[in-house]
Structure formats: C-alpha cells, structure tokens
C-alpha cells in the first residue's frame, strides 16, 4: 500500500486565497453572501462614521474573512452545521447542535476566535448582535426552526464577521 504524504502547500497565500474562495463558496451555499455580511457592518457604523459605503465595509469583510484563522473558524462551524444535519454526530452533541441549546456555547466561542483578532471593540460588538440578530443573522437563527438547516454555528460566525469587520473600520477611521 502506498503511504500517502500530507498536503504541505508551496505558497501559503496563494492557499488563503484558495481557501477564501472555498469559504465564500461554502457559505453562499448555505445562503450567507458577503454583501449582506457588509450591510449589516454598514449599518453598525453608520452613527459612527458619516457617509460609510458598503463598498467601504465589503472591503473590510473581505479583509476579516482573508485571514487565516477567520477561514478556519468559519471552515469548521460550517463542517459542524453540516455533520449535525446529516446526523453524523454522536448523542448528545448532535442533539445538543441540532437544537441549538443554549447552554452549549461552543459556537460563540468559535465565533469569538474570530472577534479576538480586533480587541475588545470587537468582543462588545458580537455582543450585540449576537443578543439583536439583525439581517441575515436573525434570518439564519430563525431558518433552522423553519427549514431545518442547521445553522447552529453559522449565525454566530457570520455575526462575528459582523463585528470583526465593525472593529477593523472603527480601529481605521476612529479619531
């Protein structure tokens, strides 16, 4: 039997970029699109810094989203969505993911992974979307009870996106 080597990647940018692209891929297929990402970034900064244009906080999503551990943290709520939903995962886990029980409080720590790269403003931003789900982020919670996609990780991590990107545009433009 030949012994398989790991797959170690000559270019480590070009392999964020690979994964950037599979990570916009992945979540579009769950129904999430960077530019709803960025409105919802829009609309958390407009009272704080007049005149803000999505583009201005799509580029800042794209810019939270190309970095490496946002890509891993994202990969694998994702991974974790999916599994629970094909009911891969094992009891209680899969009970616990499925219902998006509330005491579970992994997904919101693998979301804060993602806020933890911009400091506290980034920790207090993720508190509150994550308690007022605007946008696509309620849209996702309430999906699971709807359709029965488990979005269990994916709502917060897009909500961390949120707030990360908010952070990046305060940390840019505060005065």
């Keep these: 039997m030949k012994e398989e080597k790991?797959?170690?990647p000559e270019d480590n940018r070009l392999n964020d970029l690979t994964k950037y692209?599979?990570?916009k891929k992945r979540m579009s297929e769950r129904g999430?699109?960077?530019i709803e990402i960025?409105?919802?970034t829009c609309e958390l900064q407009s009272q704080y810094v007049k005149d803000i244009k999505v583009e201005t906080?799509?580029?800042h999503v794209e810019r939270v989203v190309m970095k490496r551990e946002v890509q891993h943290a994202i990969l694998t709520g994702l991974e974790l969505d999916i599994l629970a939903e094909k009911r891969i995962l094992s009891e209680p886990l899969l009970s616990m993911i499925l219902g998006d029980y509330g005491l579970f409080?992994?997904?919101e720590i693998l979301a804060l992974s993602i806020v933890n790269v911009y400091g506290s403003i980034g920790f207090t931003n993720f508190g509150y979307v994550d308690k007022l789900k605007p946008g696509i982020i309620?849209?996702?919670d309430r999906q699971g009870k709807e359709t029965g996609q488990c979005n269990t990780f994916l709502d917060d991590i897009v909500g961390a996106i949120v707030a990360a990107a908010a952070s990046s545009i305060a940390h840019k433009y505060s005065v």
């Design 32 to 34: 999430v699109e960077l």
């Design 138 to 140: 309620g849209k996702l």
């Design 105 to 107: 409080g992994i997904d």
């Design 21 to 23: 692209a599979e990570v």
């Design 57 to 59: 906080c799509l580029e």
């Design 38 to 40: 960025a409105k919802l």
């Design 6 to 8: 790991p797959y170690v």
